[in-house]
């Protein structure tokens, strides 16, 4: 077993908590930590796919204990609601929760409503249900990973902006959390089409697009950037924080 961390309650395995876990990279990243020896709970809006997500990892992996709880994670008072029904100790936090809102209406008005949309999306989520878990969050060895994108690192509207804003947000929770043993990354994927993101739009001009922006010329799975987040919670990442880990085939490079 890879799992670091204190267990839960009733169980000897640690605890994962992931945020849109019913899909896509969400759902990938569940199956792969608990394969890798945690307990999961898998929160989302919709309680259907959280329920056949986590039959899914019941069935793949039988010894994890899988708890499901829908929230609105925009909104305060369901985000304290859904903290309340997690029990025991957090050892890994996977804030993956988000979505692109491309329309951007009329004028002014139109921007505004749209740039406040995917900020709350993006942000609002990953940073309220972090600040309602961070009393949880185990000490030392606690990890904290949220699922940025690309289009923070080279823009894309508000969608790019609320990612980048992550970012920012991120640097600044790790710095206070490092003397305490707590690690807060972010990793960033390039194209990953076989996810609720892309639905509408893997139109074969569009699907073409992207990939010629790839050297290595294929898209990306969620389970390779499931893999970055393993490491990242992993005993293997103890000493990597404040850092954006990419996977994106070389769509772009790294910068030091």
Do not use: C
Request: no cysteine; charged share 20%.
């Amino acid at each position: 077993m890879s799992a670091t961390g204190t267990p839960h309650a009733g169980s000897s395995r640690p605890q994962a908590v992931i945020s849109g876990g019913g899909t896509g990279i969400g759902f990938a990243s569940a199956l792969r930590l608990a394969r890798d020896g945690f307990d999961l709970v898998l929160l989302g809006r919709r309680a259907e796919v959280l329920d056949d997500a986590a039959a899914r990892v019941r069935r793949q992996t039988p010894e994890a204990r899988v708890q499901t709880i829908p929230a609105d994670l925009r909104d305060p008072d369901d985000v304290a609601r859904a903290a309340g029904e997690i029990e025991g100790p957090v050892a890994v936090l996977v804030n993956n929760a988000g979505g692109n809102v491309l329309d951007r209406g009329e004028g002014l008005a139109g921007i505004a409503a749209n740039f406040e949309a995917n900020f709350s999306l993006n942000v609002l989520t990953t940073v309220l249900l972090t600040e309602a878990l961070l009393p949880r969050i185990v000490r030392p060895g606690g990890r904290i990973v949220s699922i940025s994108s690309i289009a923070a690192l080279r823009g894309a509207n508000g969608y790019g902006a609320a990612k980048a804003a992550i970012h920012g947000w991120m640097m600044g929770l790790a710095a206070d959390l490092a003397p305490e043993g707590v690690t807060v990354n972010a990793v960033a994927p390039g194209y990953v089409p076989d996810t609720g993101f892309w639905d509408g739009r893997r139109t074969p001009d569009i699907v073409a697009s992207r990939l010629a922006q790839v050297p290595m010329n294929r898209a990306g799975t969620p389970d390779e950037v499931a893999g970055a987040v393993a490491y990242l919670a992993g005993p293997e990442g103890g000493w990597t924080t404040g850092q954006i880990l990419q996977v994106n085939g070389g769509a772009l490079f790294g910068r030091g």
